[in-house]
């Protein structure tokens, strides 16, 4: 990949009309997308707002939400410290969280691939209904007053608590802050400017919007489960060092899509903090690995096409389909 080359003059003039009539057509509040062609180059943009209400257009500072895509950092992260043998895939979550129910039969491995059985903080209803921002502490014990939904490896159920406490363990067996892991592991090693877990009121990021007005989402509590921001140029070059053996060996990445669980969606298969899109299931012909996020007024994507080799990271403060979004974009360059 050529992150100094830009695409040809034809496939950018594609691309830009492609996100043009997303504009117009959708009224989406703003954009990040980059997209990676092997030997052709790249391309990349970031417009739109950060607040439509406030008329305050986005610039080269402005960072985006990525949501659960920061899901796939999170496992790479617990990959390193596997390697490190400060951690396997058969510990056990009672050697760090005791009190979790099924905590001594619960594996790290369990909780990469949400086969664990633990309820999810976010399907909580007063957590909607309450109007307050909580602690990573808090959004645990909101899920310890739920049931388990059943016996760890008996199913597949999506859970966010799961990654939160991936990274309240990657925490205490480095004695770092989360954010900080994410600095020493990923962003420096990889030169990343922008990624990182937000603050509170994150001054540059792109807010979300329901149509025209901002609506106030707070991302700085979710940690691993998806508590990222960053431009989408940083997310690009992430994935390309994920794919390239620069984070973990080869073997271990492709041992991530070892065991595949079935999705909540016909074609999407989860592994070890990874998707797989197989959209064979929808008549055409393509395979995407990546990872998707999303919130109520947030769309996130972060994928490879195995057929193209093409990476593309796109995120959009607001609640549109990004991964049409991404198949309309991978449609222009597959032309």
């Known amino acids: 990949y050529n992150f100094n080359q830009p695409l040809d003059d034809t496939l950018t003039t594609n691309l830009n009309q492609k996100i043009d009539e997303l504009f117009s057509k959708h009224h989406i509040a703003g954009i990040t997308a980059t997209i990676l062609v092997p030997k052709k180059g790249i391309w990349e943009t970031t417009r739109g707002y950060v607040s439509k209400p406030d008329n305050k257009r986005v610039d080269s500072a402005t960072v985006f939400f990525w949501a ?29 969280f005791p009190d979790i129910q099924n905590a001594e039969k619960i594996t790290i491995n369990q909780l990469l691939t949400h086969t664990n059985g633990i309820y999810s903080f976010n399907a909580d209803p007063d957590l909607h209904a309450s109007n307050q921002d909580f602690s990573p502490e808090e959004l645990l014990e909101i899920s310890k007053s739920h049931a388990n939904l059943f016996e760890p490896g008996e199913y597949w159920s999506y859970t966010n608590t799961g990654y939160l406490l991936l990274s ?75 794919l390239t053996g620069k984070m973990i060996p080869l073997n271990d990445v492709h041992d991530m899509m070892k065991d595949l669980y079935p999705m909540f969606d016909k074609g999407l298969y989860y592994g070890r903090g990874i998707m797989l899109y197989d959209f064979n299931d929808m008549n055409q012909t393509n395979e995407w690995i990546g990872h998707s996020g999303g919130t109520e007024h947030y769309r996130a994507i972060l994928i490879y096409d195995t057929k193209s080799k093409v990476i593309m990271a796109i995120s959009i403060n607001q609640k549109i389909p990004v991964e049409a979004v991404a198949n309309q974009l991978m449609k222009e360059i597959n032309k």
């Open 168 to 242: 309240f363990i990657a925490e205490k067996i480095e004695s770092k802050t989360f954010s900080q892991i994410i600095k020493d592991r990923i962003a420096k090693p990889l030169h990343l400017t922008t990624l990182r877990t937000p603050i509170k009121d994150e001054p540059n990021l792109a807010l979300a919007h329901d149509k025209d007005k901002v609506i106030h989402e707070d991302y700085s509590a979710i940690l691993g489960a998806g508590g990222l921001v960053s431009n989408s140029n940083d997310m690009a070059i992430f994935l390309s060092a994920l």
């Open 68 to 96: 659960s895509v920061g899901k796939l950092i999170t496992s790479t992260i617990v990959h390193q410290l596997i390697l490190e043998n400060k951690l396997s895939f058969d510990d056990k979550l009672s050697s760090w």
